[in-house]
């Protein structure tokens, strides 16, 4: 594992860390190259990058740069100043902590709550991926919605941890069902017990001797501290009885793998959440994104697979998932339009504090 | 499995498979309900459809609808009018013939193909989802861009079967990575023998007694006559010594079920390429969706799991798949802007060509 060192950093007017206040937009001049190293490149990016003018966050999302871009390396694509090939995003224009949404227009409405004195760095790229880079009290942020399933989870921790230095605080702020009888429509869930996933096992439906229609993972754990802070921040800001924690199960569809009844299609599930129960009696929710990035964060910067494994601290992660409950898949109902734009402006607000208050 | 008819149909000017010609809109006034039927909702959905005025096509993409939705079926949501929750379309907005893609700036380039004396449909979804349907020589289709990964795959098909009625033809229009050494950047593969999926075994990284870092599944076949068809359209559009074919191999992810080398993530993907070819030497494409389209249309409408089932009528879809080959894996080139737009335009009417004419 190459060590990665920053070898020249600067700014005017720094809080802590890194960012510069008061100016027309965010700066970075640190010389570390990510790797691989960004290779030379003949035309600019498809991604538009915006800095945006005062007031600090403008509601209309950067639009879209046609001109075509050109990468050379087919193993880890990068434009011509480092950009990755689908989150867009070069080294300087993506923060340490991270707050990842699904929806844009989430995304869009946290960014409210950033310092109005630091002008965002926005990064719109063709293949959907919105950064919002600005500060909340003082401290550098980014908020980023990556779209929905573990593959756009993938992509986006994968081309972040290959554009910022040093040791990363993700929090997820997702939507969810829930599998539980105590947790209801309209309050949040903290994953504190971590995420397994469930997914298709496709040789049951198309191929032969396969006996189980969903594979079901073993847990991987989500950060202790991360997970307490989000507890203790959405109790403050979105309320003491709306917030219960328990174990995440991410699936590979919002059909099959989360057990809906689609009559076009066998699929198998009739008993597919009595026994993710039977196997994890503290499943709560179910979505599509909150295990990827717990197993990626657990995975990055380790000296081989396996949890034994030591971990390289300047690419280490610290990961934690925190979902609103959209629909009751127990008993059917299905959140409104005003609770979750209640819940979005409130939980934001509780992610952007644990983000920021974790040490 | 329940049947589904077609109760009321109307139209003017009518050519085969329903188009109406000459209107300001298509028009579809069937009283086809979905399976689950529509429940009342209280307010519309978030996501804006757009009835182009001539000149047919518009470079303009549908604005974003702002005003919040309403669903109340957590089992398989709908709005009040019946539009999918994440496509966003409704009964009588996509054809029964279907290209997918994953860009939608590639949708746009290939709807200027399409007939300009048919005024398309155009419905942008909050979550990424782009529907162009209109006509080519009279025959109704779509152009769905869908994004990236076998979950958008998923709730795509899985969505657009929920609101078309009868028999479908689905054909994939992506981009890969070749791992053939006759297969090079800038020419097509199309997957006549099928594809395999490669998934992340994620117990193998974060778990215990996980001997296998990837599960490579069985193979689903593509629909004969419409890969011969794609093959033949191909050849006469883009030239034939630029089509190739062989067996499509679908990752999880675009880095590691890709032996891409990510330093940062132990992936333990060496001798992956390797394995995959042992078992399947005829892989000749990496990509991110196409067996999930083939699996899903292999399982859409089968009366239980597995391949000796039969097939509702009404519900079968038959699919195929053709991919530009945008890297090399085993050299390592990437291809350059202008062999992407002058393959789109090309492909993008073989496609159209092969979707109509396939009997």
Redesign the interface.
Known sequence: ??KITRTTTSSSSTLKDGVSTQTTHVETTTTFKP??ATKTQE?PLGSSVKETKQPAVSSVPASKN?T??????????LGEDGRT??VGTKLGETANKIITV??P?RAELIAKHLDADVVPIKVQS???YLTITGAYKGTRVSIVAI??????M??FV?EV??VVEGPMDIIRFGSC?SISDHIKVGTMAVASEGSI?V?RN???????DATE?Y?I????EADADLSASLVQKLNEFVGSGKVSTGLNVTA?????SQA???????D?NSDLLASVHARYPSAVTLE?ES?MLL??A??????????G?TVEPE?SIRAAATTMIF???L????I???Q??ELEVSAGKACLEALVSTA
């Open positions: 594992m190459q790797i691989p035309s046609k075509p871009m050109k990468f050379t390396d087919a193993n880890f694509p090939y689908h699904g929806d227009a063709k293949r959907g779209g929905m399933g573990m593959s756009m993938d992509f994968r941890r290959a069902g996933s997914t496709f040789d049951f439906f198309t191929g032969a229609p594979l993972s073993q847990r991987v590979d569809s919002f059909y099959c809906r009844k689609d009559v076009r299609f066998p198998a599509m295990f197993h990626l657990k995975c990055s910067g380790r000296t081989a697979p396996g949890n494994a690419l629909a009751d898949r008993g059917g109902a299905f409104t339009p005003e979750v734009e």
